[in-house]
């Protein structure tokens, strides 16, 4: 039988107002997440990734793969912010990625799903919104980063939504450190995972704050 794996899909605004340090931050947070996940033996076992990057379109810039074998895409910022459409590159990549359950053998474990976005969406998102917030394809964890983004938008894709304070790169870099954390918590509490019950995060370090 093959081995479960714990999908992990990170979709990440790369839109014209990240870049400069934000986006640097964003480049060495991803660094540090990979090598501080290579680095705990349950998460190698479970854990693959796969990056989505959207600014005035969206892409899946690496497919589901697991740890050791992931590259670093090249990650810049510019244009607007096309949530929307990576909603849509979500949908389809879970779709076409994630092994589903059989009669004879379990799937893969549902996908955890970071987003983080620094402002407000440029493309007609709700459609998308909606029809994840019913097909629930995973654990969608959203971030509102810095001032400019807005949780009210992100509360209509998940119910668990964080606010990181700022952009500085202090912050981006503590946001990556928690994803890091969180993937790690959940390869390793996997046989509590429920299909529909909410997953426990860790502790959240000063910079996030949850969005009630």
């Known amino acids: 039988m093959s081995m479960r794996r714990l999908p992990v899909y990170l979709l990440l605004d790369c839109s014209g107002s990240m870049s400069g340090e934000p986006i640097e931050a964003v480049r060495s947070g ?36 697991e740890l050791m074998a992931f590259q670093e895409p090249q990650i810049d910022a510019g244009g607007t912010t096309s949530l929307g459409e990576a909603l849509g590159v979500l949908e389809k990549a879970v779709d076409r990625e994630v092994q589903k359950s059989t009669q004879t053998q379990k799937g893969d474990w549902k ?21 994840l917030k019913k097909s629930r394809p995973g654990n969608i964890i959203a971030c509102a980063a810095g001032p400019d983004a807005d949780t009210t938008v992100l509360k209509q894709i998940s119910e668990i939504v964080v606010q990181l304070n700022s952009l500085q790169p202090d912050a981006l870099r503590a946001f990556f450190r928690w994803v890091s954390s969180s993937i ?29």
């Not at 660094?31 to 969206?58: G, H, N, W």
């Not at 390793?188 to 704050?209: E, F, K, M, N």
């Open 184 to 212: 790690k918590s959940t390869s390793q509490s996997l046989a509590q995972v429920v299909a529909d019950q909410p997953i426990s995060l860790p502790p959240a370090p000063p910079q996030i704050q949850i969005v009630p």
């Open 30 to 65: 991803m660094k540090a997440l990979i090598s501080d996940l290579r680095q705990d033996p349950q998460a190698v076992e479970t854990a693959y990734l796969s990056v989505i990057t959207f600014d005035s379109s969206a892409r899946q810039v690496v497919p589901l793969t």
């Open 111 to 131: 996908p955890l799903i970071f987003l983080m976005t620094d402002g407000l969406p440029t493309d007609n998102w709700e459609p998308a919104a909606e029809r």
